[in-house]
């Protein structure tokens, strides 16, 4: 079974990743990486920068010689930046939104992509785009921002973050075939609503149960 490091910008990715490791993959060794003032320079710059992907693959190097074999960010933000490192490193470097990125392809149609940061929106929707280009599948692909959301949700008041999102949702279930949702923090607003109408994608558990097959060889 081969060690993976988990990357997190944020210590509120950390306890939810620790159980659905403990979850899905209790056997496998974990190192997580945590550096928060990351992500707040990300959106700060409007995306990554040439010194914030510096540091980037100094955690890559850093998991190298831990003796990891993959490394994996929790962060879509910065996903294009881990790939974009494949060249220095032979570990295997992989994103939390992988495997639910292949499914929305999979099921095709028409992809409405959900966030509540531009920095987050922004790197999904080109790597869903290039994904569904590799797949030679004619899809749709509909971006939805809703930054009102994630104000709120720095202030502290989840109920105006649930409503907005739960509005985007419902606009989406309208004129999709399946939503994806770009960040983990909305995944709770769809329990709060009823059974959608069409499939409502989320990174986290599918990424971690990537994370097991490519831990055990089988992907």
């Known amino acids: 079974m081969k060690k993976v490091a988990l990357f997190h910008t944020s210590a509120a990715t ?11 993959m209790p056997q496998t060794e ?5 550096e928060e003032s990351m992500i707040k320079e990300v959106m700060k710059a409007g995306g990554v920068t040439p010194a914030i992907g510096a540091r980037i ?10 003796g ?15 790939e974009q490192c494949q060249f220095m490193t032979p570990l295997r470097l992989a994103r939390i939104d992988c495997a639910m990125v292949d499914e929305a392809i999979a099921r095709g149609g028409r ?17 869903v785009e290039r994904k569904a280009q590799e797949s030679g599948n004619a899809l749709t692909i509909t971006p939805m921002l809703m930054e009102e959301a994630f104000h709120s949700l720095l202030k502290g008041d989840m109920a105006t973050h649930d409503a907005v999102v739960a509005e985007g949702l ?3 279930f309208a004129d999709s075939d399946v939503v994806m949702l770009a960040q983990a923090s909305m995944a709770r607003v769809v329990q709060q609503l ?14 971690i149960r990537w994370l097991k ?4 060889g089988e992907v």
């Open 170 to 172: 419902k606009k989406a």
């Open 111 to 127: 992809i409405a992509v959900l966030a509540t940061v531009a920095t987050t929106l922004k790197p999904t929707l080109a790597y």
């Open 14 to 24: 950390l306890q939810m990743m620790q159980q659905l490791i403990g979850d899905v």
């Open 57 to 66: 693959a100094g955690y890559i190097q850093i998991a190298e010689k831990a």
């Open 30 to 34: 974990v190192m997580h990486l945590v």
């Open 194 to 207: 009823p059974a959608p109408p069409v499939p409502v994608l989320t990174s986290p558990e599918s990424g």
């Open 68 to 82: 990891c074999d993959i490394f994996m960010t929790a962060c879509s933000s910065i996903g294009g930046a881990v």
């Open 213 to 216: 097959k490519a831990a055990d």
